[in-house]
């Protein structure tokens, strides 16, 4: 077998979970002759965001979907950074907007009020229990953004 970085002569250097290792006369280098990746398959990405944003912890995910807690960590990351929230561009435009910011004047005419406070009410339940869920997030501040953005994307899409 030949050295993966300097192509070199290598000999084998004890075995490891099963798997032939070997080690390069001339680098030193350890390596495998096949290495395998386990992938996670896009149906889990799709469950990892469905239970994150029903407020499941990383724990929980992890044991439900059997895979690793720092699997369902990246899962959460790569999800969150590719979802992009859409823009509202309009111009020369006044709104007045209620105390939630949650509708605007000109919203309030194609909807009845029962409507409107109907999501009211639900936008305050799911800021209380956000408030709940996301206590097991707050040691890591980048894993909070990431949870709270999937949040914020479901119920805009929703």
């Not at 979802?83 to 005419?109: A, C, G, W």
Request: hydrophobic share 25%; proline share 1%.
């Amino acid at each position: 077998m030949k050295c993966r970085y300097c192509q070199g002569k290598c000999i084998k250097k004890g075995v490891v979970k099963e798997r032939q290792r070997y080690q390069c006369k001339s680098c030193k280098k350890y390596q495998q002759k096949v290495y395998q990746r386990n992938c996670i398959p896009q149906e889990k990405y799709q469950w990892v965001r469905q239970l994150t944003c029903e407020g499941c912890g990383i724990s929980s995910i992890s044991r439900l979907l059997q895979i690793t807690k720092s699997s369902v960590q990246r899962v959460i990351e790569r999800v969150a950074s590719k979802m992009v929230m859409p823009k509202y561009e309009e111009e020369n435009q006044s709104d007045e907007i209620d105390e939630l910011k949650t509708y605007s004047i000109h919203r309030v005419f194609k909807f009845c009020t029962n409507k409107i406070e109907r999501n009211n009410l639900t936008l305050r339940t799911h800021l209380k229990r956000l408030c709940r869920k996301t206590i097991c997030y707050t040691r890591s501040s980048c894993m909070l953004g990431w949870c709270l953005w999937l949040y914020g994307s479901k119920l805009q899409y929703n």
